[in-house]
């Protein structure tokens, strides 16, 4: 069966500091995948997506980056995080149309 | 880029009543999804519509792909407080690869 996986699942870091957030797929190959973020109580931002290995699209220009070094991983980092970075981010990836969305990574920014 | 507007953005009702959203938007979508997102979790897909005028069901969940192809509606029945949580509704284009996101409803039932 396709499972998709975060990590972590919460993280505090302080301004300035570089961030790393994982995401994995198993069960699928050649899978579009997606980074969203979400701040509290509002809706799905999306940030990036690809649609293979080392193809990368980003939606917003913003302090992130995101690379896919593997065909079933999907990476999410920041150089220097801002306040403003802080939020629920949420890995997906597509099958038949719909999206998979993984279980999130909690970001505080302090 | 293509935009849904989704409505109401915050429903609060009692314990056994009917809900209904909907979502609209100025394009036409090829498929419309809707998901529900439980607190501190990732969305669920509910219910996928790939044909204009389908109306599909969920248990007491139903959906319908509107027959303009630019809106969806979804209902539900006998809310019970499991209900709570953020409703998305999705629409994908005809040659898009990523759906676009409506900000959501907002359901809290009271027992």
């Known amino acids: 069966s396709q499972t998709i996986h975060q990590w972590p699942a919460t993280l505090v870091q302080p301004v300035g500091s570089p961030l790393s957030l994982e995401c994995t797929v198993e069960?699928?190959?050649?899978?579009?995948l997606y980074w969203y973020r979400q701040a509290a109580g509002r809706g799905l931002q999306l940030l990036f997506y690809?649609?293979?290995?080392?193809?990368i699209s980003s939606e917003v220009p913003q302090n992130l980056s995101a690379s896919r070094p593997q065909d079933r991983q999907f990476i999410l980092s920041s150089k220097k995080l801002l306040l403003s970075d802080s939020g629920f981010y949420l890995c997906?990836?597509?099958?038949?149309?719909?999206?998979?969305f993984g279980p999130g990574t909690r970001l505080t920014v302090l | 880029g293509q935009q849904l507007n989704q409505s109401p953005q915050s429903m609060f009702i009692q314990e056994g009543e009917d809900v209904s959203m909907n979502c609209t938007s100025s394009?036409?979508?090829?498929?419309w999804l809707w998901y529900k997102q439980e607190p501190g979790e990732g969305p669920v897909l509910l219910i996928a519509?790939?044909?204009?005028?389908e109306l599909t069901s969920n248990g007491r969940l139903t959906a319908q792909f509107g027959i303009t192809r630019k809106d969806s509606f979804l209902n539900i029945s006998a809310s019970i407080p499991s209900d709570v949580g953020i409703y998305f509704c999705?629409?994908?284009?005809?040659?898009?690869?990523?759906?676009?996101f409506g900000d959501g409803t907002t359901l809290t039932v009271k027992p």
């Open positions: 394009s036409i979508f090829n498929t």
């Open positions: 519509l790939y044909k204009a005028g």
């Open positions: 999705a629409g994908l284009p005809v040659n898009a690869g990523k759906s676009t």
């Open positions: 069960g699928t190959s050649n899978p579009n």
């Open positions: 690809s649609v293979g290995i080392g193809q």
């Open positions: 997906a990836w597509s099958v038949d149309r719909a999206s998979v």
